[in-house]
């Protein structure tokens, strides 16, 4: 298996966000890596909408 093509740059920032090693993070399947950046950005959502005020304050009546 040949390790994933992207940048040394990109490789420390997802290496940083999944928490994962570098060396690690280079060998994974990319089937693998698309699902751990899937599950990330749900998590990302889900945080981001709790945060959200529900009060309706920005919508015109």
Do not use: C, F, W
């Not at 994962?20 to 994974?28: A, S």
């Not at 399947?29 to 699902?35: E, G, T, V």
């Not at 899937?38 to 889900?46: T, Y």
């Amino acid at each position: 298996m040949r390790p994933l093509q992207i940048s040394p740059d990109t490789a420390i920032k997802l290496s940083k966000q999944l928490n994962v090693p570098i060396e690690q993070l280079m060998h994974m399947p990319q089937h693998i890596l698309m699902q751990r950046m899937a599950q990330l950005a749900k998590q990302e959502e889900d945080a981001a909408s709790a945060n959200k005020p529900e009060d309706g304050s920005g919508e015109k009546k």
